[in-house]
């Protein structure tokens, strides 16, 4: 069988958009990290933007104030919610306690479960609400923001990784957990679109084959 190679190629670039990597940020000083978010749900955009410093380098105690605001567009109960955030970390922590002020936003933090771990691959979260995978009313409002303090016990050398990030919202509609800084799962196809899409490609080609026949 004769290789195609028009839609070997075309294939291919679907495949790496769909693989493609969230940026790992090395951190090693106290200076503000910051990054956005613009989420495209199909109907609207959920965005928001947030900031990370790092402090307690080569100690046994690292700590991370964040800062983190809702700036998608349904304010309100029943509007867009920003429910967790989270991150991965290497070195690894051992332990982990949350500092906020009883504001609401996100009120406590742990290791990662439900869709942030599974989805993202996150393994600490921030969360408001009952736990990490969502639940009750808790959360970061539209038109808002929150700031907290994640420590983690450790052994944390001169620098960090953080990868990757991620957020969970829930709307009035449906939940969406997502990683910062790569492309958001709905614009990219499916594995089984990709499988469909790599038969179309073959008929194609069989097709203009036996027109040029």
Same mark, same amino acid.
């Given at each position: ?136 009313? /808790?959360?970061? @409002?539209?038109?808002?923001? &929150? #700031?907290?303090?994640?420590?983690? =016990?450790?052994?944390?050398?001169? +620098? %960090?990784?953080?990868?990757?990030? /991620?957020?969970? @919202?829930?709307?009035?509609? &449906? #939940?969406?957990?997502?990683?910062? =800084?790569?492309?958001?799962?709905? +614009? %990219? ?25």
């Amino acid at each position: 069988m004769r290789k195609r190679p028009g839609a070997i190629a075309v294939a291919a670039s679907v495949l790496a958009i769909w693989a493609a990597p969230a940026q790992a940020v090395l951190i090693s000083s106290s200076d503000p990290y910051n990054f956005s978010w613009s989420y495209d749900t199909g109907s609207y955009l959920l965005t928001g933007d947030g900031s990370l410093s790092v402090t307690g380098f080569n100690s046994s105690l690292l700590t991370i104030a964040v800062t983190l605001s809702n700036t998608a567009p349904n304010g309100g109960q029943g509007g867009d919610r920003l429910t967790a955030f989270g991150f991965g970390i290497d070195p690894n922590a051992i332990s982990i306690s949350f500092l906020d002020a009883d504001d609401g936003g996100l009120t406590s933090a742990d290791w990662s479960k439900g869709p942030l771990q599974s989805k993202v691959g996150v393994e600490i979260c921030a969360f408001g609400g009952q736990n990490c995978a969502g639940g009750s009313n /808790g959360g970061i @409002y539209a038109g808002t923001f &929150d #700031s907290f303090i994640i420590s983690l =016990g450790g052994i944390w050398g001169s +620098s %960090v990784n953080i990868d990757p990030i /991620g957020v969970r @919202y829930q709307t009035g509609t &449906d #939940s969406y957990t997502f990683a910062v =800084g790569t492309p958001p799962p709905t +614009s %990219v196809p499916e594995p089984a679109t990709l499988t469909m899409l790599g038969a179309g490609l073959l008929a194609l080609a069989a097709t203009r084959r036996r027109k040029g026949r």
